[in-house]
């Protein structure tokens, strides 16, 4: 077997074959766009750059077949709580069932890290943010939502039998988005609708910067200082508003108010890979046109969330549920299409923010992804 390194535009096409060869009996696997791919390794597109460095390999066969593939990345901003030592990232795993052939690849990207003068890493994790391609898939082996790592049961394994120990788990929920919800939500939902001065309502994408604004305001009340998550700009959630427009469903974005304040937020969208995977990775002139083809004509039953969160100020009062029940009067309704639903992960070291998502309504666990560490010094 031998190792080669990814130097150019030819070598990243070969990096994005080695999944597609992998995968090709699948039924689960959904290919991803070969721009997001891309997108990572590119300085021009990637901000990780500005602050880390990223390099690629491909494993082959003596008979020059592809049979695995490793990114090995430095990042001087990626940090958790409690680390005392450099912890560098590897992700992009893929290879083949094989001890030896995965052996190959992590101890490549370890000496590389070591080099780099790291003394852990972490992976399967992103070189840039954590909402895409963070984590490997240790329970729940179903469709990928849009970004989101896919793997076969047997990496699991290849990762423990090298030496990696679990670092965090990665809890993804979802509910059935047409089944009635539970009294108690209504119960609660009901206390907080008598109070004078409460409305909730769904975004209108004529007025994308006046509900930029309003969850740049809730998001740096809620968020913004904890984790290490920094405050959010209006024109960065602006930008953000306006790059998601093409796919957002005014019906499933919905923002609470107190006296007119923006006090929460619901923000989902539908699960792109329902579309994409109509596509086979590419995303041209031609291949959008049939995005905007299939987003006109099929049916995209499932939905995904994004945000969810309530000021301080209101925590723990039921403006949650009365969040969730404005919402469940327009989801629920047969003009929305939307029958399957799952939020994006949550950290099992955020045990409140895992309590809130539970206590939504009849929530189940639809996937795990884990989160390891490997420490060089072995001792």
Known sequence: MQILPVSDAAGGRRFIQVAVDLYRNDPHWIRP???????????????????????RWILQDDEGRPTGRIAAFTNKKYK???DDVPVGGIG????????????MLLDNARHWL?????????GP???????RWWGMVTQGYQEPLYCMNYNPPYYKTLFEEYGFRPFYHQVCMGMHPKKLLQPKIWERHDRIAQIPGFRAEHIRKNKLEKYAADFTEVYNQAWAGHGGLKQLHKEQVVAMFRKMKPVMDERIIWFVYHQDSPVGIFINLPDLNQWFKELNGKFGLLHKLYFLWLKASKRNKRFTGLVFGIVPEWQ?????????????KVIQSDQVPYTEYEMQWIGDFNPKMINIAEN????FRTRELTTYRYLFDRT
Do not use: H, W
Request: hydrophobic letters at 40%.
């Open 33 to 55: 766009l070969d721009k997001d791919i891309n997108e990572v390794f590119d300085p021009a597109k990637n901000k990780a750059f500005r602050s880390g460095t990223v390099q």
């Open 316 to 328: 723990g009062k039921g403006v949650d549920a009365y969040l969730i029940g404005e919402a469940a």
């Open 92 to 103: 992009f795993f893929e290879c083949i069932n094989n001890q030896e052939a995965a052996d």
């Open 125 to 131: 994790i992103n070189f840039g943010e954590r909402d």
């Open 114 to 122: 070591l080099q780099q003068g790291m003394q852990a890493m972490d």
């Open 360 to 363: 939504l309504g009849e929530v």
């Open 80 to 82: 958790n709580k409690g």
